[in-house]
């Protein structure tokens, strides 16, 4: 009696460790997470809040990028108001990569 008792007990055991060892399920990223697949640390969908493809004054004020905010005539090369997909890449490309910085 105390044997099957012990052997369903040790049973139970590694029925409840095996479900413990399963792979952690994938978690969503948190909203506002940077994207290193494209390199768009922006994410451009998150700023563009009315989605027309291009980032207004409006929406980079609203918005947490405080090197936007700050260089915005700058990344704004034609002087529209708006900051376009093109313009954030190739105001990124003059940027020097910093050392230490996972790339």
């Known amino acids: 009696m105390k044997k099957t008792l012990l052997t369903l007990v040790a049973l139970a055991t590694l029925a409840t460790v ?3 060892a399963q792979a952690p399920a994938t978690t969503a990223k948190p909203a506002g997470a940077a994207t290193k697949k494209g390199g768009d640390k922006d994410n451009f969908k998150e700023i563009d809040k009315d989605n027309d493809g291009k980032i207004s004054k409006a929406e980079v004020e609203g918005s947490d990028r405080k090197h ?3 260089n915005f005539a700058t990344i704004d090369t034609n ?3 708006f900051i376009t997909k093109e313009e954030l890449k190739a105001y ?3 940027k020097p990569k910093k050392e230490g910085k996972k790339q």
């Open 92 to 94: 990124k490309a003059t």
């Open 18 to 20: 095996s479900a413990y």
């Open 79 to 81: 002087a529209d108001g």
């Open 68 to 70: 936007l905010k700050k």
